[in-house]
């Protein structure tokens, strides 16, 4: 899918725009929460640009594994993955997703309370 002009998360991803980058690989950027919810905040971007997980295909499948796994890897990096972590998606508005390009956000450093606000 093309990458969106007006889309702040391709523009991070084009260096157009600054943000702390974390990991980056062939498919994925990931960088700093600009407003941390955590001690550990950080957003798992896919290159490509796909507005919510209601525009996902069969074909992204894979994508999405990979963008689990490397929640997983950060998680254990930073030495949270036995204390505990958090891995979600906000899809439209009832979720408060802000930014239409999906990011998988990772949590840690605090007891994260249930059910989520
Ligand atoms: P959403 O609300 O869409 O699930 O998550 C968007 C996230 O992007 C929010 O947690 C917000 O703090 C973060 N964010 C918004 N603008 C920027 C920015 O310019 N740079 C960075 N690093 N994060 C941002
Ligand atoms: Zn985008």
């Known amino acids: 899918m093309a990458r969106m002009s007006d889309c702040l998360f391709c523009k991070i991803i084009a260096g157009q725009v600054p943000a702390s980058i974390v990991y980056q690989d062939e498919t994925l950027v990931v960088i700093k ?10 957003l ?3 290159r490509t640009h796909i507005p919510t997980l209601n525009d996902l295909s ?3 499948d894979a994508l999405v594994g990979t963008m689990f796994r490397r929640a997983a890897a950060l998680a254990k990096e930073s ?13 439209s ?3 408060g997703q802000s930014v239409f390009h999906i990011h998988l956000h990772l949590l840690a450093g605090r007891a994260l ?5």
């Open 33 to 42: 929460d600009i407003n941390p919810q955590a001690p550990l905040h950080v």
């Open 79 to 91: 030495g949270y993955h036995e204390r505990g972590y958090r891995t979600v998606f906000n899809t």
């Open 58 to 60: 069969p074909a992204d």
């Open 93 to 95: 508005r009832e979720a």
């Open 113 to 117: 309370t249930w059910p989520p606000g």
């Open 44 to 46: 798992i971007i896919p």
